[in-house]
């Protein structure tokens, strides 16, 4: 009579470990872009949140036909940055705020910290209360930098008529992107 030996199952100790070896090689190439691309997204969402923040600050501006401004501050205990939107008059409490800690840790503000913009009833920027400049541009960045290059770092620019949009500043004019 014939024993027929069933066919091994499984794998070998040899296929795990060159398995495991291409994983851990695709993760080394995998990490360093994963990071890049993590932090041009905390960028843009501080970006986009600041912009916001100021179309927000001048819809209610117009809406109340009160002064309204966007306090721009760098949070103390170093997590990015943070705004509030407020009356001038009444500045407690704030019409509405947000801080870089829902999404966009990292973020930071390139030029000094703080800063004021101030809507006026018609909804163009006007003088702050306090005689500081206005905030006319914001810039972005990462405070995980490091002299990363794929770093995208993002402005948010105030028209004339008060608007705010946001631009990337490593683009050249025609593209719309660009500043």
Not at 77 to 97: F, I, L, S
Request: charged fraction near 15%; include cysteine.
């Amino acid at each position: 009579m014939l024993i027929r030996s069933k066919p091994a199952r499984g794998f070998s100790v040899i296929e795990m470990l060159i398995g495991l070896a291409i994983v851990g090689l695709l993760l080394k190439i995998a990490i360093p872009s994963y990071r890049t691309w993590l932090q041009n997204t905390q960028i843009r969402a501080a970006t986009h949140a600041i912009a916001n923040g100021m179309q927000t600050a001048r819809a209610q501006a117009i809406a109340r036909n009160v002064l309204v401004q966007l306090v721009l501050t760098s949070q103390p205990d170093g997590t990015g940055v943070a705004w509030q939107v407020q009356e001038t008059a009444n500045p407690a409490p704030p019409v509405e705020q947000w801080s870089a800690a829902e999404g966009a840790s990292s973020a930071q503000i390139l030029q000094p910290p703080g800063g004021t913009v101030t809507f006026n009833s018609l909804g163009r920027v006007t003088a702050n209360q306090d005689g500081s400049a206005s905030l006319l541009q914001v810039d972005v960045t990462s405070s995980n930098d490091a002299g990363d290059t794929a770093l995208r770092n993002m402005r948010v620019l105030i028209g004339n008529g008060g608007s705010a949009r946001m631009c990337d500043p490593q683009l050249a004019q025609p593209d719309p992107r660009a500043c």
